[in-house]
């Protein structure tokens, strides 16, 4: 079999490495140029019958999140699996910061940026909150539910992902390292505050999270419940309810709960005083239940 490197580069930048392994397996030389299905000599139906080519094997498919290096944007990706695309400039492209660990929230944003409709409208941002048992109880010391505070973002376009912040390893007191996980699939909450914020806000929301992409994991000094209180806080403003001396998802859970109370108590007779009494609850001004 010929092997001439010079042809084989040929053949695998044209024809693909699958090509020109085949081509290796069959015995063929790269002089022989570009892999075709040849027709058989002896036929299923007989001397003289010519056969039908085989089907081409299809192309192997490739995710637009899979990436040669860790470094390697998603943007690159989707410009060359979607030409039509409009990509942002790279002024924007400045605004986000890519981490692997934050790309399907950096899709989402990425495709409001380049939409009119996305920036001149409200996004919504959630915070969901599962939150297991109080940190005093017995089932807390003995079972170990800690519960879970995270985010959802959603676009005007209908665009929207969840992401929140973990131990890599687990620890009950101890600082290890931190990871964000986006899309965050916990899932199991029972509480919810929403709130709706411009583009900016979001896009403070995301260089929050950013910031904290290597930040340690402290059970009781810097868990899910405090970066989900930080990055809301860039985003509108607002910390959200974490807890008095040790943020955690039970004491995040209950003033949610208490402020949807009161507005539910007193929806038909709010005035300035019991608004501001609200959103100091909500911000954690007034402390809230352990």
């Known amino acids: 079999m010929p092997s001439d490197p010079a042809a084989l580069s040929f053949v695998q930048s044209t024809a693909g490495n699958a090509v020109a392994v085949q081509m290796l397996r069959d ?8 892999a075709v299905q040849r027709v058989p000599t002896e036929t299923a139906g007989g001397p003289g019958q010519a056969q039908a080519p085989a089907p081409a094997p299809a192309p192997e498919l490739r995710s637009v999140f899979e990436s040669d290096t860790e470094s ?6 989707e410009t060359v699996t979607n030409p039509a695309v409009n990509a942002p400039t790279p002024e924007q492209e400045a605004q986000l910061p890519y981490h692997k660990s934050l790309r399907a929230l950096r899709t989402v944003i990425r495709k409001g940026m380049i939409s009119p409709d996305a920036q001149d409208k409200k ?14 109880s017995r089932e807390f010391r003995d079972d170990g539910e800690v519960g879970h505070v995270w985010l959802e973002v959603t676009s005007p376009l209908g665009d929207s992902t969840e992401f929140g912040f973990y131990p890599q390893t687990p620890s009950p007191v101890l600082s290890v390292p931190g990871e964000i996980v986006c899309p965050d699939k916990h899932g199991g909450d029972k509480e919810q505050k929403t709130a709706s914020v411009g583009f ?10 950013f910031a904290r992409k290597d930040a340690k994991y402290n059970l009781t000094m810097y868990n899910c419940a405090s970066f989900a209180s930080d ?26 709960k208490a402020e949807r109370d009161l507005r539910a ?7 300035d005083e019991m608004e501001d009494l609200i959103e100091m609850m909500s911000s954690g001004a007034i402390p809230p239940a352990m």
């Open 27 to 34: 015995g063929r030389g790269p002089a022989e140029g570009p």
């Open 72 to 77: 390697e944007s998603e943007s690159e990706a």
């Open 123 to 136: 996004w919504t941002v959630k915070a969901k909150i599962d939150p297991g048992t109080s940190w005093t």
């Open 200 to 209: 900016e806000q979001v896009l403070e929301g995301y260089r929050a999270a």
């Open 231 to 256: 990055v809301w806080e860039a985003m509108t403003g607002r910390p959200l309810p974490k807890g008095l001396l040790i943020s955690n998802p039970a004491s995040a859970a209950d003033s949610v």
């Open 265 to 271: 108590a007193y929806g038909d007779q709010q005035g």
